[in-house]
């Protein structure tokens, strides 16, 4: 069985993460994956305080098995919602698309573990210093808001820098690439994509469809402009932005206000004419939607065989 110092740290069964999908990733998801040996976690993406408070609420009736909630560190809401994890003790919170660092105190007397996601050394020491269990490192291949840096890059390079556990994240999506990120130092994964198929997965069937049919190369990072990109499915969409983002006719706030509302508009409404649909660049190897249990048990029986099988390259 695949186990890491991770497993023992948080609780878990399994060294998986899920990914916090911004409009995506909910009570239902999260405890299915929790229920099936990893650690779901909620999204609190753009929303406020009370739905948060609901949702973690849910997810506490639909499993006994620890769950996060991650907090996207650019929403308004942020300082609402960094204070409702504490009150609701939950146990794991992950980060994204900032520095968390203003709230690590009142989190970690809350006993929260903090497990920031970094795309760079630099968060990562001071995310260590800060007090932060684990970071997540997450590579360019992810979907969503994304650094610069590979996978293949950035994970050992966070490794060799900090001391805490580093998870892999960004390009994973079956047991080769669990079993390359150990191989890279780290000692679990968080894979969204994969997720984004799950049968709990309550996102939009076009959504699900549009995944599952995607190849290597139907993704696009945009926004670059803006100083936020964000990689996401070829679309109608993500081509009427990459236009507007290269017209210096069109201004910052022009660009600004086309994003809005596009994430809800694939997530919710499957809305494939003016809908963003976040995903990484390893959507072209996700083939089926299954249980979450099943997809968690396949990642990781996979990298299991795959490890026990390395020695075959030492002669
Ligand atoms: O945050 C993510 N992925 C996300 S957030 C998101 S919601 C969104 N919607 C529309 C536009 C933008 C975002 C969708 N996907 N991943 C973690 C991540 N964090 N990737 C990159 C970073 C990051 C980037 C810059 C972390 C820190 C940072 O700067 C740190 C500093 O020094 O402020």
Redesign the pocket.
Do not use: D, K, P
């Given at each position: 069985m695949l186990r890491s110092p991770i497993c023992e740290l948080l609780g878990i069964e399994y060294p998986v993460f899920q990914g916090?999908?911004?409009w995506i990733a909910d009570a239902k998801l999260a405890a299915a994956v929790s229920n099936g040996g990893g650690l779901g976690i909620i999204s609190a993406?753009?929303a406020n305080a009370d739905w948060l408070r609901g949702q973690i609420r849910a997810a506490k009736e639909l499993t006994d098995k620890p769950f996060g909630v991650n907090i996207?560190?650019?929403s308004p809401f942020a300082d609402e919602v960094a204070k409702v994890v504490a009150e609701e003790g939950v146990k794991v919170v992950t980060t994204?698309?900032?520095?968390p660092g203003k709230y690590m105190a009142a989190w970690k007397e809350a006993g929260i573990r903090v497990i920031p996601?970094?795309?760079?050394v630099?968060?990562a020491r001071m995310m260590e210093r800060a007090g932060a269990s684990a970071v997540?490192a997450?590579g360019t291949e992810?979907?969503?808001?994304?650094?610069e840096l590979t996978t293949m890059t950035l994970v050992p390079q966070v490794c060799s820098a900090v001391n805490i556990p580093v998870i892999a994240a960004g390009g994973i999506a079956d047991g080769r690439g669990v079993a390359a990120a150990f191989m890279l130092g780290a000692c679990g994964v968080q894979v969204g994509t994969r997720f984004l198929v799950a049968e709990e997965c309550g996102v939009h069937q076009n959504y699900k469809d549009r995944v599952l049919k995607a190849k290597d190369i139907d993704t696009v990072a945009t926004?670059r402009r803006l100083g936020?990109p964000?990689r996401s499915l070829k679309t109608r969409f993500s081509r009427e932005y990459q236009k507007a983002e290269f017209d210096v006719n069109v201004t910052a706030e022009a660009l600004e206000a086309m994003?809005v509302g596009a994430?809800r508009k694939a997530a919710v409404d499957g809305n494939e004419a003016e809908g963003c649909f976040?995903a990484g660049q390893i959507a072209g190897l996700v083939t089926k939607e299954q249980p979450a249990a099943e997809i968690i048990r396949d990642l990781c029986d996979g990298a299991e065989e795959l490890l026990k099988g390395a020695a075959k390259w030492v002669r």
């Open positions: 916090g999908m911004a993406m753009n996207m560190l650019m994204g698309a900032g520095n996601v970094v795309a760079s630099g968060l997540v997450e992810s979907g969503g808001h994304i650094g926004g936020h964000v994003g994430l976040l």
